[in-house]
């Protein structure tokens, strides 16, 4: 399966701890998307990634939250110091830009106690 | 700031009828994307159909279709001959076109979710 794979697939943790997420986008792919959804709403974009450079942020990502993409191959998002708001569905995405299609990720369920 | 706005947030549709999805987006912009996605519960979400904003002609792809109204900046999505294996939440999405790419973010609606009954 040569998809976008995203790993833990469920995260709890206690609030206060930190947590980290891993996307492995599709190979040829050379951007890279966070975002994240919580119940009954649609996704919201967290930050996103050409290659290795980060090229947006949102003001959704606080100081808490960094995302890296190391050598412009999978990417990390790490949440510091959890609260319950940081409870979502976390998902990744990268894009074919021949295509123009964004392609998902079956997405990081956490849920912080 | 780009915003899409879902107004359904349940609809109905009895197996092999057709249904229609509603979507309105607020944007200055002139170029962009439109896309529907639909999520199916504890699954992926996948691209349904995408329209170009530069494009008069509505998007078909096989039983989905869109009819897209650039000056009333809505975009909704008909499903014909509607399957069980439709139902899923399903999204609006709007991608801004910066400098001729398509590399910019996604902003989602909050989707409708589509019951099927047989």
């Known amino acids: 399966d040569t998809g976008v794979s995203q790993d833990p697939r469920h995260k709890i943790t206690k609030r206060g701890q930190n947590v980290t997420f891993r996307c492995d986008p599709i190979s040829e792919h050379n951007r890279l998307y966070w975002y994240r959804q919580t119940l009954g709403q649609g996704p919201e974009f967290l930050t996103y990634f050409q290659n290795e450079a980060q090229l947006e942020k949102s003001r959704l990502l606080s100081d808490r939250f960094s995302a890296e993409r190391p050598k412009g191959s999978f990417s990390t998002l790490e949440i510091q110091r959890t609260e319950q708001g940081d409870s979502a569905m976390y998902l990744c995405?990268?894009?074919?830009?021949?295509?123009?299609?964004?392609?998902f990720g079956p997405g990081t369920r956490l849920t912080v106690l | 700031a780009q915003t899409v706005t879902q107004s359904q947030p349940e609809m109905s549709v009895q197996e092999a009828e057709t249904v229609t999805l509603s979507c309105t987006y607020d944007t200055s912009e002139s170029d962009y994307y439109l896309f529907w996605y639909k999520q199916p519960p504890s699954r992926q979400m996948i691209l349904v159909i995408r329209?170009?904003?530069?494009?008069?002609q509505n998007a078909t792809e096989n039983r989905f279709s869109v009819n897209f109204q650039k000056a009333a900046k809505s975009f909704s999505l008909k499903i014909s001959d509607s399957q069980l294996g439709d139902a899923a939440m399903y999204f609006c999405?709007?991608?801004?076109?910066?400098?001729?790419?398509?590399?910019?973010?996604?902003?989602f609606g909050d989707g409708t979710t589509l019951t099927v009954k047989p």
């Open positions: 329209q170009e904003a530069y494009k008069q």
């Open positions: 995405a990268s894009l074919d830009r021949f295509f123009n299609e964004q392609f």
């Open positions: 999405a709007y991608r801004r076109i910066i400098l001729n790419t398509n590399a910019g973010k996604s902003t």
